[in-house]
């Protein structure tokens, strides 16, 4: 038997079984009475709605104790073995698959003495690694095992700043080599050296051409089962959101520092760094300016669907990972997950929407490959970039098992709304309800300040519904579409037509770039059903009625100031400098948090034992997250700051709780949790 069989076996599936209220209609109450019917014992109790695990299967590969496998570039061999190359410099052959049962895998040593490879490649017979100033191939020569021949393909200017990541190669059709580099950090992004924030072509003789720029965090790039190229990118400076573009020779992503070496002779763009606008506006509306400026073709809402993209695989794999043929998966390494995308070209232009897929991974998702079984075989790192996967590095397959989950599949644009297909049939009356489905647009600033609040938040009703007879696809006729704008699309009151489920994810984010052109559903001689969801709350001020948890100015009765100041930083590493102090129970406290780190750091002094359930509750506040700076409207939370930016800093004044305890405080903002923490205790 293969190990892999081993470690499917050994796997240990999580479930859970909430008990959720059904409103159905008759045909959906006859399923839900067939549902009792077959399984008597759980659904007299309660319905057993299938969660993540129930489909897709997470499996741990050990790795010796020894080992640690800090994942920064990953392929899989001919033969089936894992390559791993790792941030810490050494290139790993893993055996993951042979053995008898219970034995674990084998790990040989290929290569060491690398300087943070962040990608790998088998090519040839060779493993090609990018490292921090070069392209290597690695080859073994006289066939023992271990690299012997360390060979330099190309080498790239560095300036020593530590945040110049390189990535890559990916091969191209034609033999050349496709690597991505990293923009600098000196308290913002910066293009320090020659063709930072660049993708580049390298071609086998060590010879670059720059083809895009706009850059800034380019960790992920990938071809689509169309040979087209897409490349992830996170919020930063010029990046409101996580998102994913198609690049073409000529494209300008949308950072502008490495603009600056576009007046070099073998740059294929003229623009300047002056030439793109810092007015915040959308970014499909500067684009309309700017020809170069190349939007996203689906946007990852900060928070909500991840916050650190890291890598892009296209399901090659038959139906051999489920119903998703075709469509990508990309990973985020802050929240130890995986989403999934399907898009379609309109105008042709690629657009498309994301969906939730699978969390649960033990760190920070990296990078992924299929291995020989159809399998998705993950590696993952955390150190220096927290993740909510609390192990600092690992090696997992998913795993799926057999059973279609019942899902969205698909979100096609159409000229009055959106058509959903489904993988599994829908009942009939949920599907045909408008109330049925919640649509909300939104966008991003376009701007040099790091990330962006959500701009322009709006609930868009759905008039009408038709559903095909066979219940595999789903029109909404919707009022208020808006090019360029992301449209989350709920469908939660859908219903499968054999059991009754609910959708596994029941929702998604379309990124509307363009409306196609053709005709509208006609819908004359049907009665409109308008479904208005409840309206959005005016968000001028986020914290109304709660101005006494974040006071920023010290109260005029405090005539002789506070009784303690605590100063607190934020630090590099993701933590506070600051982790435990004691104030007396009553006093004055003025709490100062510093943040001069490059990323977005709040503060909440929490009710004792309610710390994680607060970051949980933070974690699953939506669209709504930016806007209250990821602080949940919970009476659990005592006191908090504002959501700080780089550079910035933020008093707040309370008295203390009068009662003795151990009172945590905690950063809530997504991915920040578990390093980010400190117990205030109150002395009586």
């Known amino acids: 038997m293969s190990k892999t069989s081993n470690f499917l076996e050994a796997g240990i599936v999580r479930r859970g079984e909430p ?136 080498i790239r200017p560095v300036s020593g700043n530590y945040h110049e990541y390189f990535y890559g190669p990916l091969f191209t059709p034609s033999g050349d080599m496709l690597v991505t580099v990293n923009l600098a950090w000196i308290g913002h992004g910066a293009s320090l050296s020659e063709w930072d924030g660049w993708l580049l072509r390298v071609s086998p003789g060590g010879e670059a051409e720059p083809l895009v720029s706009g850059l800034r965090s380019p960790a992920a790039f990938a071809y689509n ?112 997950k995986v989403m999934r995308v399907f898009q379609e070209k309109v105008d042709g232009e690629y657009q498309g929407v994301a969906f939730p897929f699978r969390e649960g991974f033990e760190s920070g998702v990296f990078r992924m490959k299929w291995g020989q079984d159809h399998s998705m075989l993950v590696g993952m790192t955390s150190r220096g970039w927290a993740s909510t996967g609390e192990e600092l590095y690992g090696l997992q397959q998913l795993v799926w098992k057999g059973k279609v989950p019942f899902e969205i599949k698909e979100v096609y644009a159409r000229p009055d709304g959106f058509e959903l297909t489904f993988t599994k049939p829908v009942e009939q009356s949920t599907a045909r309800d408008p109330a049925s489905y919640e649509i909300t647009g939104f966008t991003y600033h376009y701007h040099s300040t790091y990330g962006s609040d959500i701009l322009n938040r709006e609930t868009i009703p759905v008039t009408h519904v038709e559903v095909a007879e066979d219940g595999l696809s789903a029109r909404l006729v919707v009022e208020g579409l808006r090019e360029g704008y992301i449209h989350e699309i709920k469908a ?35 009665e409109e059903t308008t479904h208005m969801p409840a309206a959005l709350p005016e968000n001028d001020n986020p914290f109304a009625g709660e101005e006494h948890k974040h006071q920023t100015e010290m109260p005029g009765s405090w005539t002789e100031g506070p009784d303690e100041v605590i100063t607190i930083e934020a630090t590099s590493d993701m933590e506070f400098d600051v982790t435990d102090f004691e104030v007396q129970a009553g006093s004055k406290v003025r709490l100062v948090l ?80 578990q390093t980010m923490q400190g117990i205030m205790t109150v002395i009586e």
Not at 41 to 69: C, F, K, N, S, W
Not at 499 to 523: K, M
Not at 598 to 624: C, F, I, K, W, Y
């Open 492 to 526: 939660g009151g859908v219903r499968q037509q054999e059991t009754a489920y609910p959708l596994l994810h029941a929702v998604g984010y379309y990124t509307l770039n363009n409306i196609p052109e053709g005709d509208s559903l006609a819908v004359d001689g049907v």
């Open 19 to 154: 008990c959720m209220p059904v409103y159905l209609g008759l045909k959906g109450l006859l399923s839900l009475l067939s549902v009792i019917l077959l399984y008597p014992v759980a659904g007299a109790a309660q319905m057993h709605v299938p969660t993540e695990p129930d489909y897709y299967e997470i499996v741990d590969i050990p790795i010796p104790e020894d080992i640690v496998l800090e994942v920064g570039g990953m392929d899989v061999l001919p033969d089936g073995r894992l390559a791993v190359c790792t941030r810490r410099g050494e290139v790993w052959i893993i055996e993951y698959s042979a053995g008898e049962k219970g034995n674990p895998p084998v790990y040989h040593l290929f290569a060491e003495g690398l300087h943070e490879p962040l990608g790998l490649t088998y090519r040839n017979d060779a493993l090609y690694v990018t490292q921090r100033t070069e392209i290597t191939r690695l080859t073994d020569t006289d066939g023992d095992g271990r690299a012997d021949e360390y060979k330099t393909v190309f």
């Open 225 to 336: 089962t169309s040979g087209d190229l897409f490349y992830a990118e996170n919020q930063g400076g010029w990046v409101g959101s996580g998102n994913l573009t198609h690049l073409e020779k000529g494209d300008f992503a949308g950072n502008p520092e490495g603009l600056r070496w576009s007046d070099l002779p073998d740059s294929p763009l003229s623009l300047a760094p002056e030439d793109i606008p810092d007015s915040g506006r959308p970014m499909h509306e500067v684009a309309l300016e700017v020809p170069e400026l190349k939007v996203p073709s689906v946007w990852f809402p900060h928070g909500v669907m991840g916050i650190s993209t890291s890598g892009i695989l296209a399901d090659t794999t038959g139906g051999g990972f489920g119903p998703f043929e075709g469509q990508l998966f990309v990973g985020d390494q802050g929240q130890s």
């Open 594 to 673: 510093n943040n001069p780190t490059d990323l977005l750091h709040n503060l909440l002094v929490v009710r004792p034992g309610s710390l994680e359930t607060v970051a949980q509750n933070a974690l699953n506040m939506g669209l709504v997250g930016p806007e209250r700076g990821y602080v949940p409207a919970t009476d659990n939370v005592l006191f908090f700051t504002s959501l700080l930016e780089t550079g910035e800093s933020e008093s707040i004044y309370f008295t203390a709780p009068g009662a003795a305890g151990e009172y945590p405080y905690v950063c809530t903002f997504p991915g920040h949790w």
